[in-house]
């Protein structure tokens, strides 16, 4: 660039940019810097007090109190009625502050069968409340025997004497035929391994309950047997099953379904049934062909499951006639041909 220009000119330095308070306290004073401040202040002291009246006016307004609960039905077996009246301690609290968890903590606590819960306020005076059931997964079989009346001994009766009478039944002997293969054993136990045969002959006067079953293990009476629902035989029980009473617990419930989807998708077996055992804690597993499988609900089902798979077609188990295979010994596998020995319920 040329130093010597008729159109180039030095910039001009600008001059340092003074706050604005100084600017207007130099225009206007102190006296007038200190006016503009109280106007501010009042504006602000205004705007708060008008806030903190609202407060006031929503939090003790009778306007905003909830004066009715409204129940959004997914189906019709819900009862609404029953659901409301349990609500009602929540009638006459202050719509505007009053939070949603107390309601969803209520329900979840005294109706557990929901598996989601969702309030909305709608002002100026009402609260609707939208339920979501847990899906029915099976029919429910449920059989329970309630436990024998004590009598009272007579006088002349000792300890001596009743140690002496519980100890008088004699024990079965009990058969043991395992082969030398570490991994496959032919034939299992009658007296130990047949656990499903001994606990039919031990229920056979035990009462029967028909119900749904759904993913939260609870039962359900007021709804019709689904035809198109695999069906849950539940053995062991003490006492008759309530209607939204849990029959199995939720966490055997996740243990049940999520190895019911393992067991297909790594055998490609089609399962019917299922068969759980409370006091055994076992869940028997039912085939198209028949075929039980038995597993044990305090193990890992993978571990089971896989043990199953590595041995079933190399062993030619599948070209067998069997009754049931027992996967609850660990790294052992035990079945059972059909119309073999082990076959066979005790009389």
Request: hydrophobic letters at 40%; one cysteine or more.
């Given at each position: 660039?040329?130093?010597?220009?008729?159109?180039?000119?030095?910039?001009?330095?600008?001059?340092?940019?003074?706050?604005?308070?100084?600017?207007?306290?130099?225009?206007?004073?102190?006296?007038?810097?200190?006016?503009?401040?109280?106007?501010?202040?009042?504006?602000?002291?205004?705007?708060?007090?008008?806030?903190?009246?609202?407060?006031?006016?929503?939090?003790?307004?009778?306007?905003?109190?909830?004066?009715?609960?409204?129940?959004?039905?997914?189906?019709?077996?819900?009862?609404?009625?029953?659901?409301?009246?349990?609500?009602?301690?929540?009638?006459?609290?202050?719509?505007?502050?009053?939070?949603?968890?107390?309601?969803?903590?209520?329900?979840?606590?005294?109706?557990?069968?929901?598996?989601?819960?969702?309030?909305?306020?709608?002002?100026?005076?009402?609260?609707?409340?939208?339920?979501?059931?847990?899906?029915?997964?099976?029919?429910?079989?449920?059989?329970?025997?309630?436990?024998?009346?004590?009598?009272?001994?007579?006088?002349?009766?000792?300890?001596?004497?009743?140690?002496?009478?519980?100890?008088?039944p004699t024990d079965p002997s009990l058969l043991s035929a395992l082969s030398s293969n570490p991994l496959v054993d032919k034939k299992a136990t009658e007296g130990v391994f047949n656990l499903e045969a001994k606990e039919?002959?031990?229920?056979?006067?035990?009462?029967?309950?028909?119900?749904?079953?759904?993913?939260?293990?609870?039962?359900?009476?007021?709804?019709?047997?689904?035809?198109?629902?695999?069906?849950?035989?539940?053995?062991?029980?003490?006492?008759?099953?309530?209607?939204?009473?849990?029959?199995?617990?939720?966490?055997?419930?996740?243990?049940?379904?999520?190895?019911?989807?393992?067991?297909?998708?790594?055998?490609?077996?089609?399962?019917?049934?299922?068969?759980?055992?409370?006091?055994?804690?076992?869940?028997?597993?039912?085939?198209?062909?028949?075929?039980?499988?038995?597993?044990?609900?305090?193990?890992?089902?993978?571990?089971?499951?896989?043990?199953?798979?590595?041995?079933?077609?190399?062993?030619?188990?599948?070209?067998?006639?069997?009754?049931?295979?027992?996967?609850?010994?660990?790294?052992?596998?035990?079945?059972?041909?059909?119309?073999?020995?082990?076959?066979?319920?005790?009389?």
């Open positions: 660039m040329p130093v010597k220009s008729h159109w180039y000119t030095r910039p001009k330095r600008l001059s340092a940019i003074k706050p604005r308070n100084v600017i207007m306290l130099k225009k206007r004073g102190l006296i007038g810097f200190l006016k503009d401040l109280a106007k501010k202040s009042v504006f602000l002291a205004t705007g708060l007090v008008g806030v903190v009246v609202l407060l006031c006016v929503l939090f003790m307004s009778s306007y905003f109190t909830i004066k009715s609960i409204e129940v959004d039905r997914e189906n019709f077996n819900i009862d609404s009625a029953k659901i409301e009246n349990k609500l009602n301690s929540f009638i006459g609290k202050n719509l505007v502050f009053f939070p949603k968890g107390r309601v969803i903590q209520a329900i979840n606590r005294e109706f557990p069968e929901f598996a989601d819960v969702q309030v909305q306020k709608l002002f100026p005076s009402k609260l609707k409340i939208k339920l979501v059931n847990h899906p029915v997964v099976a029919n429910l079989r449920a059989y329970y025997i309630l436990p024998p009346s004590e009598e009272p001994l007579p006088e002349n009766f000792t300890e001596l004497n009743k140690a002496i009478e519980e100890l008088s039919d002959n031990e229920e056979s006067g035990a009462v029967e309950q028909k119900a749904l079953l759904n993913r939260n293990g609870q039962a359900i009476f007021d709804q019709e047997e689904n035809l198109e629902l695999m069906t849950f035989i539940v053995r062991g029980l003490t006492q008759p099953v309530e209607d939204r009473g849990f029959v199995i617990p939720r966490k055997t419930m996740d243990y049940i379904m999520e190895s019911l989807q393992y067991f297909s998708n790594s055998m490609g077996l089609e399962v019917m049934s299922l068969e759980y055992f409370t006091v055994a804690q076992e869940a028997h597993l039912k085939t198209k062909n028949g075929l039980v499988v038995w597993l044990s609900v305090d193990r890992d089902y993978k571990n089971q499951i896989d043990k199953m798979k590595t041995i079933y077609e190399p062993a030619e188990l599948n070209k067998e006639d069997l009754a049931y295979i027992d996967l609850r010994i660990k790294d052992k596998v035990i079945y059972c041909v059909r119309g073999t020995r082990c076959d066979k319920k005790p009389d």
